[in-house]
């Protein structure tokens, strides 16, 4: 019976001694660490060296430094754990001990503590539209705003100050109604803890048409017309602009500058103005071309040109009493006047479009639409003439009251007569 006894006693020594030998040999966690990560608290740990009988790790959790109880496990080449059941304004103990194969603990590690707060403001996301600083042609605009607060919870979400009502998701949706222009949109969210968080959304209303700046003649004496402007988009800015559908090159200043093939007469100058958005304006013009007949005679020859093209006529121009004298008829009808010759009172009259003028052989005083008026206030010897058969008028009075334009070259003594003057 002693011998039995001693046997079990001496069985119960070696088992105590191999456990304690096994827990002071096993390593034990050290610098065990807490870090909260939003919803979770996550462990880390070392060990001082490497120990080849750890098996892995097992957590130990309270609420309080005693009664620590297990939570969890870690693999053994897995120096952390993440705890997920916890809630917000607890304070939560941890500790951690290694084990080996036969379920052999170490010693336990530091006991460090965290207190589970909410700091973090919610988490705000502008779902629709998907662009902020954009533009766009609708006035209805609707807003959806995406928003997370997984610790203490949402609590309010402003929309330039007016609260939008929950509805117990993570999506909320509202309308709204743009003005022209800039339109902005503050949004903020609070957790209950009164953490903030906030995003701006800027939107442009642009349904304005571009504006064209052109300064256009209401006449034109030129047949190819230079048309030159500028192009303001106050908004999105400009798609493209067309001149009697024809696609205009505009700098990125808006600037264009091109050349139109005008018919004589009326002509249309229709402008379509487009944006990036498309809004579209059309703009006409009209410009009336005025074909000019350029006449150029020189005194002593019997050469003139029309228009640089020369013809011969069969009176040289003179000079008598220091005034230019010329055959009408030559210059009449190139200008497109009517030249009438009265026998009976040896009157010359000449008519073209609302002008007409009345002159008599030798007599110093013209009728201009029906006004008696001196032919050269400043030498009464300036009068009509005859030679060789031809009405020779002095150019200047009868070219100018017939709205032409009249130059003297005094070196060639060239008249240049231009019609219509401008």
């Given at each position: 019976?002693?011998?039995?006894?001693?046997?079990?006693?001496?069985?119960?020594?070696?088992?105590?001694?191999?456990?304690?030998?096994?827990?002071?040999?096993?390593?034990?966690?050290?610098?065990?660490?807490?870090?909260?990560?939003?919803y979770k608290v996550r462990l880390t740990w070392q060990l001082s060296k490497k120990d080849d009988?750890?098996?892995?790790?097992?957590?130990?959790?309270?609420?309080?430094?005693?009664?620590?109880?297990?939570?969890?496990?870690?693999?053994?080449?897995?120096?952390?754990?993440?705890?997920?059941?916890?809630?917000?304004?607890?304070?939560?103990?941890?500790?951690?001990?290694?084990?080996?194969?036969?379920?052999?603990?170490?010693?336990?590690?530091?006991?460090?503590?965290?207190?589970?707060?909410?700091?973090?403001?919610?988490?705000?996301?502008?779902?629709?539209?998907?662009?902020?600083?954009?533009?766009?042609?609708?006035?209805?605009?609707?807003?959806?705003?995406?928003?997370?607060?997984?610790?203490?919870?949402?609590?309010?979400?402003?929309?330039?100050?007016?609260?939008?009502?929950?509805?117990?998701?993570?999506?909320?949706?509202?309308?709204?109604?743009?003005?022209?222009?800039?339109?902005?949109?503050?949004?903020e969210a609070e957790d209950y803890k009164g953490n903030k968080s906030s995003l701006t959304l800027?939107?442009?209303?642009?349904?304005?048409?571009?504006?064209?700046?052109?300064?256009?003649?209401?006449?034109?004496?030129?047949?190819?017309?230079?048309?030159?402007?500028?192009?303001?988009?106050?908004?999105?800015?400009?798609?493209?602009?067309?001149?009697?559908?024809?696609?205009?090159?505009?700098?990125?200043?808006?600037?264009?500058?091109?050349y139109l093939l005008l018919k004589e007469g009326e002509n249309e100058l229709k402008f379509r103005?487009?944006?990036?958005?498309?809004?579209?304006?059309?703009?006409?013009?009209?410009?009336?071309?005025?074909?000019?007949?350029?006449?150029?005679?020189?005194?002593?020859?019997?050469?003139?040109?029309?228009?640089?093209?020369?013809?011969?006529?069969?009176?040289?121009?003179?000079?008598?009493?220091?005034?230019?004298?010329?055959?009408?008829?030559?210059?009449?009808?190139?200008?497109?006047?009517?030249?009438?010759?009265?026998?009976?009172?040896?009157?010359?009259?000449?008519?073209?479009?609302?002008?007409?003028?009345?002159?008599?052989?030798?007599?110093?005083?013209?009728?201009?639409?029906?006004?008696?008026?001196?032919?050269?206030?400043?030498?009464?010897?300036?009068?009509?003439?005859?030679?060789?058969?031809?009405?020779?008028?002095?150019?200047?009075?009868?070219?100018?009251?017939?709205?032409?334009?009249?130059?003297?070259?005094?070196?060639?003594?060239?008249?240049?007569?231009?019609?219509?003057?401008?």
């Open positions: 019976m002693k011998k039995t006894i001693f046997l079990i006693t001496l069985i119960i020594s070696i088992l105590t001694i191999n456990n304690l030998y096994s827990l002071n040999l096993l390593e034990k966690p050290i610098n065990l660490t807490a870090t909260q990560e939003d009988n750890i098996s892995g790790f097992e957590i130990f959790r309270s609420e309080n430094e005693r009664n620590l109880y297990p939570i969890g496990r870690a693999y053994k080449d897995q120096l952390y754990f993440l705890d997920y059941s916890i809630f917000l304004d607890k304070t939560y103990y941890y500790m951690v001990k290694s084990y080996d194969k036969d379920g052999i603990y170490s010693e336990p590690s530091n006991i460090i503590s965290i207190k589970i707060i909410d700091d973090k403001p919610p988490e705000l996301q502008i779902i629709e539209p998907t662009d902020n600083n954009y533009y766009t042609k609708e006035e209805k605009l609707t807003i959806l705003i995406g928003v997370k607060d997984n610790m203490s919870g949402l609590n309010s979400l402003l929309v330039n100050g007016v609260k939008i009502n929950k509805c117990g998701c993570s999506t909320f949706t509202e309308n709204y109604t743009l003005i022209e222009g800039k339109n902005e949109f503050l949004i800027i939107v442009f209303l642009d349904k304005t048409p571009p504006k064209l700046n052109a300064n256009l003649p209401i006449n034109s004496y030129d047949e190819s017309l230079k048309v030159k402007g500028k192009i303001i988009d106050e908004g999105i800015g400009l798609k493209t602009g067309y001149l009697n559908n024809i696609e205009l090159m505009v700098d990125k200043n808006g600037n264009f500058e091109t103005l487009i944006d990036k958005l498309d809004n579209e304006k059309e703009e006409t013009y009209k410009v009336n071309y005025i074909k000019r007949t350029v006449l150029k005679l020189q005194i002593g020859k019997k050469t003139m040109y029309i228009n640089d093209s020369p013809k011969e006529i069969d009176v040289l121009p003179i000079i008598i009493e220091g005034r230019t004298l010329i055959p009408i008829r030559w210059v009449a009808e190139p200008l497109g006047a009517e030249v009438a010759w009265d026998g009976v009172e040896r009157k010359v009259t000449v008519t073209l479009k609302n002008a007409k003028i009345e002159l008599w052989i030798g007599k110093n005083i013209a009728r201009v639409n029906g006004v008696d008026t001196p032919i050269d206030p400043d030498n009464p010897k300036v009068v009509p003439i005859i030679i060789n058969g031809r009405t020779m008028l002095p150019v200047r009075f009868v070219a100018e009251n017939l709205g032409c334009k009249v130059d003297w070259d005094p070196d060639t003594k060239t008249v240049t007569i231009t019609y219509p003057k401008d």
